[in-house]
């Protein structure tokens, strides 16, 4: 959606800068700005990620020293012949999915509740950031204790409004795991996609709403065409994280449920972890990424030919 | 804005400034790192470094610790002891070791022994051994043994035996605890009623781990000589399977929340604490729990039921050199004496643990209470998991898997035992 | 935007404080619960009685104080140099065109896709060459690249949406790019500072992995593995890790406290001016 307004979007100037006079026309200036980031991002996330694609092509198995040799796309031939794999990558994009779309609804929606006029605005803001500070570490435990099926509050409560009448084991249960887990990861980071989305929308100036008003525009009017398409990169960016992280997020899964029950919440993170640190097997971890960060990498593109327009 | 003469400056010291910051110069003066290399790969000599557990490396004042601080000022070596939690203590080891680091001892436990070894992470110690390995259980040298050679000392050993409610048991007219696979079954039976279950089970790894006994008391077995097939599908293996997943599947005499205990022995425990259930099988690593969590907890001990046979599992850690340790006999000078008979208090005082030595039937763990003693008297005849490399992959994959596919009805039992056998002697081909 | 009927938003705020606020809110009170409460002997859902025995413990057993320092250091330089490097990309990346410019964008959206797992082997050795396991530094190296990406993709965003005009009329005014940058369009693009800067921070301070595999000094420990430490094998102190989670929660929220009220006031004269 946010494509469409790409022409007119006051909050996107970037892409017409090719036509600015510049005086040494690009030349040696940028790479002077850009070198602390480009040997870091080389050194310290270019460097592993090609070691991870170079063992990828490897029979590497740390059990077996000495036998390291290369074995081409053999690797990807047996994870992909796992059948755990379709299962775990089916979970992977509805875990992707799921948390893209909650987290941004309900970012967004908390974003413009943060930037409303509030009476305790400073404080409302600090404290519905909580879940975004609180450590993975402590998230684990203090949703572990409230989700306990039988001494946790959460079932206390439900049992109590007599929403349910016996305790749901909601991380236990086949059917609940997921649903569960997914609501958790929403929980710890839709804050930060409010924050982002709060960035974006402090810098749409104020001028632009009055006169959206001064037109008569409604708030569903304000809403499509002042608000959304003045935070379209926000969104863009925040989405992307979102898919990203989301993805990654090897603790949010691991901490609760081990990839369980019975493979229930096996993701490709997951899966991964387990071939290299259960088997010992890097060739097929490696490839079991690889994969996952090829998809990653298509949904980057696709998403940078999107939002940054189509240029050139 | 004024022009400023540094105005032509800025773009060199531009390139100089930002240069400096993606060097590593400003990174490293900001740590106290840099140098040393951390701590890894033994040092300079006189100084070695030992991982382990919290369990035995807590906090500042663990018994490990004052024991390796004695023993370094007599030898005028320094050992410095890190404590890493045990669920991520294997991985941060084979980490370290891959990356050509680590610490140059680790205490571990004894089923990620055969995979160190395996990647030849453990220096063999099979020489420096044999004058003392007479002095310690058998199984627990098997236990930190691969393909016929020791690699690692047995530090202390655990078993699997039975826990019950005293006050259950009484108020359901039960006088003794189950001898025998049937009595545990009608008791259990018994106990359950009134938001209240019989027998504990866990889930996941915690499944697997505890179905060996019963494997066992069947006459089952889990893989053969070579350890390259696995048996437990055979139908003794198939039978125990049937009775201990029946009790939950046709008995219902389990909680249904063991589904959740897949984190730490604290969630397979807690039902027992708050007298939910009123038997459980567990190590003695079971006990300081309870004494913590519940003090006034009336429970007794007995050995774990009887099928054909009598068998419990065994457990504990083993202490090994590393590949990355570069004074082998300091570190083995200091292994042997940790591990000698004089040493025994350590486990005893500092962690109420059992050495894996055989002189403790001779009376040095009077010292640790009744509930102990049980667990002393079994440490001879528990028997050790196959030391094959594959085994963490069996254990906490295959055959947790198979049983949470039971546990969540996914799948026959028999279907799920069958396909992780197979899965099992994949995973033993794999080497 | 006084769309929103007052009440609606104010419901609308309650909502949100309760959920994203209450579980926290379940913590504290839980770290005041003595043994026998959190293990379910006895159940209640307010403490019986205010026992601060767990945070005694705390201080008592391990380096806690440590943790923090270490936690608080590697922090401070991660958000400092995280977002120097990142403002200075950013910057390039918006104003300037040149060869290789969508390249290099793409390649910083799509590089911190790779699963962070299995980084961890190749980061070990880069580190030991550097010299830098076991130390603070490597961890700051290591969370500045983490950041970075998403630093340097929204200082991009924020300075693309500062109207060109301004910086050329400084750049006619005889001021060079580099303080044309921090003094024309970094005021405007605060909010993304802050936004980069939180993230950063909050990124170092709860960062688990890379923390528990490079560091093996327990008095180089940061806060996230200081805690999980007290995760035991065969049993775990809830109460000190519930009051350790609240001391490692509490001073970032009253950080982001203060600073958000200070910086969204900064940020506001940046665009009227």
Known sequence: ?312 | MSQTPNMRMSRRGLLRATGGIAATAVLAACGNGGGTGGGSGGGAKGTLTLWASTAFAGDAKAALRTAAQEYGGKQGLTINVEGFPANDLAKKITTALAGGGGPDIVVADVSSIPQFAASKMLVDVTARFKAAQGEFFAGNVAAASFKDAVYAVPYDTSNVALLWNKKLFQQAGIQSPPGTWDELLASAKELTGGGRHGYMLGAQGYGSFLFWPWLWQNGGRILDDAGTKALFNAPEGLEAWNFYAGLHLTHGVVPPTFLGVTQAWDQYIQPFLTEKVAMLAIGDWGLAPIAKGNPGLEYGVASLPKGKESATVLGGNAIGITSACKNVDAAWGFVSWLTSAGQEKVLRDGYQRIPARTDVGNGSMAGLDEAHQIFIQQAASARPRPAVTAWGDIEWQVMANAWDSVIQKKKSPRQALNEAATAATQALSRG | MRALGRPLVYAGALVAVVLFAGPFVFMVLSSFKQPQELNGVVNGFLPQSLYTGNYENLFATGNFALYFVNSAVVALLTTVLALVVAILAGYALARFPFTGRRLLLLAVVAMQMFPAVLMAIPLYKILRNLGMLDARSGLILVYVTFALPFCIWMMRNYFATVPKEIEEAALIDGCGHFRALWRVLLPPALPGVTAAGAFSMILAWDEFLYANTFVNSDEKRTLSVGLDSLVGQYTTDWGQLLAGGVLMTLPVVLIFAFLQRYLTQIAGGGVKG
Do not use: C
Not at chain 1, 152 to 167: E, F, K, R, T
Not at chain 1, 234 to 256: D, E, K, P, Q, R
């Open chain 1, 1 to 312: 959606m946010a494509t469409t307004h790409l022409k007119e979007s006051a909050a996107a100037p970037a892409s017409r800068v090719a036509s600015a006079p510049r005086r040494p026309r690009g030349g040696r200036r940028p790479w002077a700005y850009l070198a602390p980031a480009v040997l870091l991002l080389g050194g310290v996330l270019g460097y592993p990620v090609l070691d991870g694609l170079w063992t990828s092509f490897n029979h590497s198995i740390l059990t077996q020293p000495g036998a390291d040799r290369f074995t081409g796309l053999s690797n990807y031939a047996a994870v992909l012949t796992d059948p755990v794999l379709l299962t775990a990558a089916w979970h992977t994009v509805l875990w992707g999915v799921a948390n893209l779309v909650l987290q941004l609804v309900l970012g967004f929606a908390l974003a413009m509740l943060m930037h409303q006029k509030l009476a305790g605005r400073a404080f409302f803001r600090s404290v519905v950031i909580i879940p975004w500070i609180v450590p993975s570490v402590v998230v684990a435990l203090v949703w572990r204790f409230l989700l306990d099926p039988t001494s946790g509050p959460l079932n206390q409560l439900l049992l109590n409004l007599g929403l349910i009448d016996q305790s749901p084991q909601w991380l236990a249960d086949e059917s609940t795991a997921m649903p569960v887990l997914i609501l958790l990861s929403t929980w710890k980071w839709t804050p930060l996609v409010a924050v982002i989305l709060l960035a974006g929308l402090q810098t749409i100036p104020k001028e632009l709403h009055e006169a959206a008003m001064l037109d008569g525009a409604g708030a569903p009017q304000r809403l499509r065409y002042v608000i959304i398409p003045g935070i379209r990169t926000s969104i863009a960016l925040a989405g992307l994280l979102t898919v990203g992280y989301s993805v990654n997020n090897f603790n949010g899964i691991w901490m609760f449920t081990r990839g369980g029950p019975a493979g229930a919440t096996e993701t490709l993170t997951t899966l991964a972890y387990q071939y290299a640190f259960t088997q010992f097997d890097f060739g097929r971890a490696a490839a079991v990424a690889m994969i996952l960060f090829a998809f990653l990498f298509l949904l980057s593109t696709v998403y940078f030919y999107l939002v940054e327009g189509r240029k050139r």
